[in-house]
């Protein structure tokens, strides 16, 4: 198979998505496109399809947006006015062998797609591609502080709640920025790191101690650890701003109901949607050579 000879539906998603589409153009292949924002130039090269099933229909593979599955397994596209939720008969339009490329599945398109034989190719947690896109990330969350807060960052107390690649490039970036950063995450390692980069390390144990003390906590770890418990600890007017994946670091309902402003920043790569969606073209592109070459 060459370039020339694939086609590629790239379905849901946000402006990241455009960029994406035009790389795969640019590639050499065949592309569908539904569901993200659609410029009114329209994109050289990409049919724009009516709905979901017309952009999957003959493609040999499928590109869906980085972002997790909302628990009603529709797919992160936030301009779209419908719910693009992924069922078999929307995807059986796909060629024989057809892959689809995404961050992560939920149960129920791995159902699907195990029924249709359609192989999965999760990236969410790469961690190249999560660096690649990791300062447009932690851009988006600085916007998210100065909008929701009527402090500086400069000499906040701020704790950030895990430590993996995003969680440590915000600690090196809000350390430098002056900010009084604690960190509490479970491994040893990654609070040694933190350490390293000045911020006072902690272990997640430790957060009924810190928290109470903290102007912004921010989550970054896809299991629910702040529940209403820690929430009563907090001070008036803290901000909690949860980047994770579903279901989030934070219990954000509970923080609504409790009168405390709770912000899921989740889709912040799409604050530099022409950086970031050539960025995540780089591993989209790896994995479609590789998908190739099994296949000669």
Request: hydrophobic share 45%; proline share 6%.
């Amino acid at each position: 198979m060459s370039w020339s000879n694939l086609t590629i539906a790239v379905v849901a998603g946000d402006a990241r998505e455009q960029e994406i589409a035009r790389c795969a153009v640019r590639a050499g292949a065949k592309v569908r496109a539904f569901g993200f924002p659609w410029p009114d130039q329209g994109i050289e090269g990409v049919y724009h399809a009516s709905d979901a099933a017309d952009a999957l229909k003959g493609a040999d593979i499928a590109l869906m947006p980085i972002p997790g599955i909302a628990p009603d397994g529709g797919l992160f596209a936030p301009s779209n006015p419908e719910r693009i939720i992924p069922s078999r008969e929307m995807l059986a339009g796909m060629n024989k062998g057809a892959n689809i490329i995404l961050g992560w599945a939920d149960d129920n398109l791995k159902s699907h797609c195990e029924a249709l034989g359609i192989t999965l190719h999760e990236y969410e947690w790469d961690v190249d591609l999560m660096l690649l896109r990791g300062p447009a990330i932690v851009e988006g969350v600085l916007k998210v502080l100065i909008e929701n807060t009527q402090i500086t960052i400069h000499k906040a107390n701020i704790c950030l709640v895990g430590q993996g690649t995003i969680g440590s490039l915000l600690t090196h970036t809000l350390v430098g920025l002056g900010a009084h950063v604690s960190v509490a995450a479970r491994n040893p390692v990654q609070r040694a790191a933190a350490y390293a980069a000045g911020a006072e390390p902690h272990t997640l144990e430790d957060l009924p101690e810190i928290l109470p003390r903290m102007d912004i906590v921010i989550g970054s770890v896809p299991r629910q650890l702040i529940g209403e418990k820690l929430l009563k600890t907090m001070r008036p007017g803290v901000l909690l701003v949860d980047v994770a994946a579903p279901p989030g670091t934070i219990d954000r309902d509970k923080a609504g109901e409790m009168g405390i402003k709770a912000v899921w920043a989740r889709g912040m790569g799409a604050r530099a949607p022409i950086t970031v969606g050539k960025s995540q073209w780089t591993g989209i592109e790896r994995r479609i050579k590789d998908i190739m070459e099994k296949q000669k």
